[in-house]
């Protein structure tokens, strides 16, 4: 009987909460609703609740273009820990009070905040309203800030820090958010139109960035308005255009009128680098852009990319790619892939 009673209540909410045409869960299992978010947002969090008690959970979720977009509501207290996210961004919008704690800060949270890249985070949200949950991979926000700017990256995005994790401009993501609840909601069971996919998707990300925006300001090189000398820029240039080619830093060197020592100096004086460390993040800028903007359907391979942007050294370019991007070229290729 109780059983029934919970099914009932959490057949009524689900015909009445966001997402509600596409229902994944509604169930009194904690492994059910716990693994209907996690397929979704592939965060692998624990659930906590009152075994004798169960859950009246609901999910509702679709994945639109590259952002994963879910509803949970658990309508009954229980603890939520979600691991670091490392490179799956995580974004939380409560849709009623929630306590969090993560690290040494403890606060409640009534506006969207971002899961720690680097640290668990404990939630207890509110039962009967719950939460909306965005999940993207960090590398879509990458390949979106570099294309927004026109500069590459300096560092991989992660989520870390002292503070918590709060979205700036809250109003904006979460009229965002609900706009495009409402335009799916809109279509019903159907699938989303793929134009109409591809606008929401870019709406979501856009409104992730912005409230991101204080937490993802370093990731981008600094501009190059100053930079020192112009034989500086001359060399800088030359590098720039011709990566794809077996080129030397002696020729660029050449080019500028300078010795390589010279050019050596100047470059780790003015761009705190040295021209090969600078070739090769200009490669590497190149390599991850390609991978990012690579179609399923064409024959693109790690050996291929690396060939295409100067890298003669297929170990080395995986390694520096690595260290640079945290993830491997061919994770990142199948990262993409995966999106299709």
């Known amino acids: 009987m109780v059983d029934k009673e919970l099914a009932v209540r959490a057949s009524a909410r689900g015909r009445t909460a966001p997402l509600r045409s596409h229902s994944l869960v509604m169930s009194d299992s904690v492994r059910e609703v716990r693994d209907g978010v996690n397929d979704l947002t592939q965060d692998e969090h624990c659930l906590m609740a009152n075994i004798h008690d169960g859950v009246d959970g609901t999910v509702n979720g679709l994945r639109i273009g590259d952002v994963s977009l879910v509803y949970v509501a658990y309508g009954t207290t229980v603890e939520v820990i979600s691991p670091p996210s490392g490179r799956r961004l995580l974004i939380v919008m409560p849709l009623g009070p929630m306590g969090v704690e993560c690290g040494e800060n403890l606060w409640l949270a009534d506006a969207p905040f971002a899961l720690h890249s680097e640290r668990a985070t404990r939630m207890v949200p509110d039962g009967p309203h719950g939460c909306l949950i965005a999940a993207v991979d960090a590398g879509t926000l990458e390949f979106q800030l570099t294309t927004m700017y026109g500069k590459d990256l300096a560092r991989p995005l992660l989520l870390s820090g002292e503070t918590p994790l709060r979205l700036v401009a809250p109003g904006l993501v979460t009229s965002t958010w609900l706009g495009v609840v409402s335009q799916v909601e809109a279509s019903g069971c159907a699938p989303v139109d793929p134009l109409l996919e591809r606008g929401l998707s870019s709406m979501l990300v856009t409104s992730i960035l912005t409230g991101l925006s204080p937490h993802v300001e370093n990731v981008l090189e600094p501009g190059t308005k100053s930079i020192g000398p112009e034989y500086v820029h001359?060399?800088?240039?030359?590098?720039?255009?011709?990566?794809?080619?077996?080129?030397?830093?002696e020729q660029a060197a050449t080019w500028a009128g300078i010795s390589l020592r010279q050019l050596e100096a100047a470059f780790q004086e003015h761009l705190d680098a040295t021209p090969v460390q600078l070739l090769r993040d200009i490669r590497l800028g190149?390599?991850?852009r390609v991978l990012e903007q690579s179609q399923p359907a064409l024959p693109v391979t790690v050996a291929s990319v690396a060939a295409e942007v100067g890298f003669l050294h297929l170990g080395r370019f995986s390694a520096y790619y690595a260290q640079k991007y945290q993830e491997s070229p061919s994770t990142t290729l199948k990262r993409i892939r995966s999106r299709a």
């Open 234 to 249: 001359a060399a800088l240039e030359f590098l720039r255009e011709h990566y794809r080619e077996n080129v030397s830093v």
């Open 286 to 288: 190149a390599a991850r």
